[in-house]
């Protein structure tokens, strides 16, 4: 979702002036790459049994609990629209959902009366109005000190790592303010993209930003409120996730990579970007300043995040780096 600007600033001495390229960064068309030299990665076609046309009726959603499919009383689509006036119920549990504030809430704790649950920082962070707003008016523009390229080059060579997965379902996990849900939502490449994000103000935050669109004001875009350690969908049933400046504010990176790959089908495609807690070129200086700077959140090694891709069932793993950013990509066998 996003990261602490301070941290992106204070630390951004502490990488090399050039980009840093993995062992396993793909090729890319000539418009997206970096100055280096990079091979070539092709991810395998998803191999779906749906239409191209996604069935967005019935068992979109499941039961965060018991993962059973959702029984769903309402319009049907996956419009803003349809979504707000549906109802949800778990044919299992019997737990019922419902929408608030223009999005779905599939979170376990949706509903309850007494009970309260304070995430970590990291996760607390982002559920603030203030921060929520500030996202994409000027804190996200601090990323490119750490090497990010920016939004519309990011969204790019998302698009190559997803097209074996066009015509499907996209699931866009910690979504944030909806900075690249919008984009994937636009390009009309998927049959249907869901918004998904812990923070009930950054959903708030991506419908402003929507309503302000209409071009994908009716689109099949869906918002929901989600756990990414407990995703709202049954095992196999998405075709892409992505995750942007994410994995690092998980509270449980391995959890939610785990989830992720549940929820893939075979061939379906996971990518994400995110802070790395250092590089191969960082100096031994560099690398203590980092883990001292950087304690409240969960920063990576290059090495560790193909480890825990690899360790949760996701095969053909690559990556591409840049100082101390990192795009990746792996697919479910």
Known sequence: MAIAAAAASSSSSLFPKYPCLSRNSPRLP????????????TLQPV???RNQTLELEGDLFSCPICYEPLIRKGPTGL????IYRSGFKCRKCDKTYSSKDNYLDLTVISGLKDYT????????????PFVSFLYERGWRQNFNRSGFPGPDE???MAQEYFKSAQGGLLVDVSCGSGLFSRKFAKSGTYS????????????RQC????????????????????DVCRLPFASGFVDAVHAGAALHCWPSPSNAVAEISRILRSGGVFVGTTFLRYTSSTSLIGRVLRERILQNYNYLTEEEIEDLCTSCGLTNYTSKVQQSFIMFAAQKP
């Open 117 to 128: 649950e304070v995430k970590p920082a990291s996760t607390e962070l982002f559920r603030s």
């Open 47 to 49: 191999k779906s049994e």
């Open 79 to 82: 419009t803003l629209g349809a």
């Open 207 to 226: 419908y402003d930003f929507i309503k302000q669109d209409n071009t994908i004001l009716t689109s099949n875009l869906a918002l929901v409120r989600a």
């Open 30 to 41: 000539q418009s997206l790459r970096f100055s280096s030299t990079i091979r070539a990665v």
């Open 192 to 203: 249907g993209v869901v918004a998904l994000d812990f923070s009930e103000n950054m959903l």
């Open 154 to 156: 990011e969204f790019k």
